[in-house]
């Protein structure tokens, strides 16, 4: 890996018939460290990330950053690291963990920007690559993990751009990776140097005001770049699905298995009585492609437990839960976590008030951050009900009820209720937060409710609002980094490295709720966990 700008032009190019599909996602946390080992001083340094692949994402989840004491050699455009320390701590640690995908990132601390494999990189890559492919899967067979298939990556960066590739061994020549989300309190979606938009990418990426940041050219240049699942697309749902066209939104996955009915229509957008007995998706499909010619509208009409929605899921950077039944929240959170894909997960329903002729339409947005805030399980707002959940995906009579039961609290068999701006209050919560986390115009948030409207008790019983004056403020907002917001140590589902399956039974049954967990809610924030406890999207 030594700096050779005379031969730049010959190096090994990537395949243009196989252009680059992978995304990688790293934890921010993970990527701000691996590029401060990497850029710490003027001499190239080498990391390993490790990770899995879910399809078409790579979700990198660890790294190895060397000591000084493993390097052979180190210098502004070479770098050699002992062969021993990488046998034993790189690819012994591989072999005997989980991780099925692996990167040798390295760094040029010489460029500034557009940074670009020369061509000793290009020969390294090609026999470390090709080498990695081969002997991993036996290293995984002599630690007693058979069959596994390994990927084999490898990243340059330098001080603000990256490129990315893996080998494609029937060819002899790189593929590119298509991106890199970059997953905190903001997503980021970073281009490759070798991907024909990452110069707009770097200017849009210039310091804007707050203004612009969310309502203007950044705006709508960031939300262009992301892919977005809408789980359910009932009356929550589908509003939503518009919402995210109408910003900006370019990519986007519908995944919901049933159709329209007559009692629907008052609520489910762009709902015609012709369209009834249609499946929702395929209604609303076309309805959004009908509004601009470069927009891509992917609809999956069946579960979010098939195979199919489960790989339209994990190719995208941020989903949207509308569904309406606890054990399918549980499973989005815990798949959110798996992919590294932040969640907002809505819900309205309507609550009988204290006086027979008092009624209190609330909705609420739970939103999940891998790596930043608490996961649905082990997060002390009751976002879902663990044990129901389990009920609920091993009983299918408890699921079709879960499912039949409608808005209002008291007559769960009441489908037609007026719901419809109930539902716009709540998308347009879910719309500012989606803007939020791709523009970071202001602090994140881990729950939102209106409940405020109707429990002045906020103002004091709750310490993230303590102190606040509501009477000019409806929704109560909790902050990422509250105390609520802290994940549990022993929650199996937001632990550090991620591991899982994607396998809807290994990850609904048994529950978090069997395991030791902080779910104790202190006395005065009681009232908040039986606020937060409705699970209605869309009957």
């Not at 409207?453 to 906020?458: A, H, L, N, T």
Request: proline share 4%; glycine share 8%; with cysteine.
């Amino acid at each position: 890996m030594d700096l050779n700008l005379l031969h730049r032009a010959t190096r090994v190019e990537s395949s243009a018939t196989s252009p680059g599909v992978v995304t990688l996602k790293m934890l921010e946390n993970l990527w701000s460290g691996v590029r401060s080992y990497l850029l710490s001083d003027g001499s190239e340094r080498v990391a390993y990330a490790f990770g899995f692949q879910h399809g078409e994402t790579v979700v990198l989840t660890h790294a190895v950053l060397p000591p000084d004491a493993a390097y052979k050699s180190r210098s502004c455009g070479n770098v050699t690291l002992a062969g021993e320390y990488v046998t034993r701590e790189v690819y012994e640690v591989f072999g005997q963990g989980p991780w099925t995908v692996i990167m040798n990132i390295h760094s040029h601390p010489f460029s500034t920007d557009n940074v670009w494999y020369s061509t000793t990189d290009d020969r390294d890559d090609q026999e470390r690559l090709a080498h990695e492919q081969d002997k991993l899967p036996l290293a995984k067979q002599a630690f007693g993990q058979s069959d596994v298939a390994v990927s084999s990556f490898s990243m340059v960066v330098d001080q603000s751009s990256f490129d990315a590739r893996s080998l494609d061994r029937a060819s002899g020549r790189f593929l590119p990776v298509a991106r890199l989300v970059i997953v905190g309190e903001r997503l980021e979606v970073l281009r490759p140097t070798s991907s024909a938009s990452s110069l707009a990418d770097a200017i849009c990426r210039q310091e804007v005001g707050a203004q612009e940041a969310c309502f203007g050219t950044y705006s709508r240049a960031t939300l262009a770049g992301v892919r977005v699942a809408v789980a359910g697309t009932g009356g929550i749902g589908s509003v939503v699905a518009e919402l995210l066209v109408r910003q900006g939104v370019k990519d986007i996955t519908l995944i919901d298995s049933d159709r329209l009915e007559a009692s629907n229509l008052t609520r489910f957008q762009s709902g015609r009585t012709r369209d009834v007995g249609r499946l929702k998706v395929e209604v609303l499909r076309e309805q959004l492609m009908g509004f601009f010619d470069d927009v891509s509208i992917s609809a999956v009409p069946d579960t979010i437990y098939s195979p199919e929605a489960i790989e339209a899921l994990s190719r995208c950077d941020l989903i949207v839960g509308a569904v309406d039944n606890t054990a399918a929240r549980a499973f989005l959170s815990r798949l959110s976590v798996r992919l590294a894909s932040p969640l907002l997960d809505c819900g309205a329903q309507i609550i009988k008030g204290s006086s027979q002729d008092e009624v209190n339409p609330v909705w609420r947005v739970g939103i999940i951050v891998p790596g930043v805030t608490a996961c649905g399980d082990c997060s002390r707002l009751a976002l879902f009900d663990s044990r129901r959940a389990e009920e609920e995906f091993l009983d299918p009579l408890t699921t079709r009820l879960a499912k039949e039961k409608g808005y209002l609290s008291d007559a769960p068999h009441e489908q037609g209720a007026a719901v419809y701006a109930l539902n716009l209050a709540c998308v347009a919560a879910v719309g500012l937060e989606v803007q939020n986390l791709l523009t970071g115009y202001r602090p994140g948030a881990h729950y939102l409710s209106n409940v405020a409207e109707y429990d002045r008790r906020y103002t004091v019983q709750h310490p993230a609002i303590a102190g606040q004056d509501l009477s000019l403020q409806a929704t109560v907002r909790v902050p990422m980094g509250h105390v609520h917001a802290t994940r549990s140590a022993s929650c199996p589902h937001c632990a550090d490295r991620l591991v899982g399956s994607l396998n809807a039974f290994e990850m609904l049954y048994p529950a978090c709720s069997g395991r030791s967990r902080e779910r104790v809610l202190p006395d005065p924030q009681v009232y908040l966990a039986g606020a937060a406890r409705f699970d209605r999207s869309d009957p």
